[in-house]
């Protein structure tokens, strides 16, 4: 029990350091304006069209950090800051969406995966936590009955939305790889520019991955809890 606290702990304090590394690094890249005077909605435009893609729509999204593709409608959506700045910060963000964009495009077997998954994410976010409680409420200890299996099913659900933290990853890294291989042979941004997107992208990859190591640390705990008792 200790040690699981100590880990969560140390995942908790990685993940600050890795979100707040990141607002800053976003903050300074943010200041280095593009000398092509494109903007991050120019640049998605672009990337979509060198690749072909020209039924997918680039969009300005509310709020900050609000960047996504939306596959169901083939939309790019950019918060608003990125989608009409001049800086690198949105170069990286508007590339690396369209990474997604291409991913989609080219069938990518891990974003197909990744798709799949969603809906039993939905659920299970919703009903994980839920269920492990009520089967504990319902008489877990008394054995192999309906509160064992109620529990079973919540830790089931909890795996779930492990897998798909883990099934993110190489989405996400992908997506960056293609935004920055994009980016430098289309010689679209300066050498110090795409240092800058290059670097913003790497620490907010780190932010998925110190989250899927929260979840696995969750889930061992949750099984430790469950079936270690027998």
């Known amino acids: 029990m200790g040690t ?36 991050g909605a120019e640049i998605a435009e672009k990337m979509l069209l060198d690749h072909g893609i020209k039924d997918v729509k680039v969009v300005s999204t509310a709020g900050r950090l609000t960047d996504h593709y ?26 690396h969406e369209c990474g997604h964009a291409v ?19 939905n659920i299970s976010s919703k009903l994980s936590m839920w269920l492990i409680f009520g089967g504990l409420i319902l008489g877990f200890g008394a054995g192999i009955g309906l509160g064992y299996w109620v529990v079973v ?11 798909f933290s883990f ?10 790889n293609r935004a920055l ?20 992208l790497k620490w907010a ?3 998925y991955l110190v989250a899927a190591l929260g979840s696995l640390a969750t889930l061992v705990y949750w099984a430790y809890q469950i ?4």
Do not use: C
């Open 153 to 163: 099913t919540g830790f089931l659900l909890m795996a779930v939305a492990t897998l």
């Open 167 to 176: 099934v993110t990853l190489p989405v996400e890294y992908d997506a960056s």
């Open 103 to 121: 991913q989609h495009a080219q069938a990518y077997s891990w974003l197909q995966l990744r798709s799949t998954l969603v809906p039993a994410v």
């Open 227 to 230: 079936f270690g008792r027998e």
């Open 70 to 95: 939306n596959p169901t409608d083939k939309t790019v959506n950019l918060s608003e800051a990125v989608y009409s700045q001049r800086n690198a910060a949105a170069a990286a963000v508007a590339a």
């Open 4 to 39: 699981y606290y100590l880990i969560l702990g140390a995942i908790a304090l990685v993940s600050w350091l890795v979100s707040s590394t990141l607002k800053r690094k976003f903050a300074t890249y943010s200041k280095i304006h593009l000398r092509n005077g494109l903007s």
């Open 181 to 200: 291989a994009w980016l430098k042979n289309k010689h679209m941004l300066s050498q110090e520019e795409y240092k800058g997107a290059e670097d913003a």
């Open 205 to 207: 990859a780190r932010t």
